[in-house]
């Protein structure tokens, strides 16, 4: 529901002001309640998808950092976890002082679509490849080297 509000919003805010749109499709507007109410939405709209996002985040890492999800003994896990949580949401606090939001809303944006776009299919690919166990020397490269530029862009 949230995803269809938000490209309804882009659709509109792109038929509104053409080639004018700025990055934050805020900045369009004037002072007044239409940026206030839309504000408003925002901040709704980010308290459904953010915790979402963040919880995702986190079970990454924790997979990555403590093992797989058939760790037995949650109990265990429990401070090793609380650190990663923290460490967190920290770096999130840490992100939001950077001033503006575009600003933020542009790096999150920009690192989330160069990983999805260049680092998560060589790596898919390459996982898959092994997993088959086909003989792939040279494919591997180049998938090594097209995840090597999503790194570096």
């Known amino acids: 529901g949230v995803w269809i509000v938000n490209v309804l919003f882009a659709i509109i805010a792109l038929g509104f002001y053409g080639e004018n749109t700025q990055d934050l499709v805020l900045a369009n507007l004037d002072n007044g309640p239409y940026l206030s109410a ?56 840490g992100l939001a002082q950077i001033g503006g939001f575009g600003a933020v809303a542009n790096l999150v944006g920009g690192v989330a679509q160069g990983t999805l776009a260049f680092i998560m299919p060589p790596a898919i690919a390459v996982a898959v490849a092994q997993k088959q166990g086909e003989d792939t020397e040279g494919t591997n490269l180049e998938q090594y080297a097209l995840g090597l530029f999503g790194v570096a862009v």
């Open 38 to 93: 839309l504000k408003l939405l925002l901040c709704i709209d980010l308290l459904f998808t953010f915790p979402i996002v963040f919880s995702s985040g986190r079970q990454i890492l924790e997979n990555a950092l403590l093992g797989g999800p058939e760790q037995a003994d949650r109990d265990e896990t429990f401070p090793a976890r609380a650190a990663i949580v923290a460490g967190a949401v920290t770096s999130c606090f």
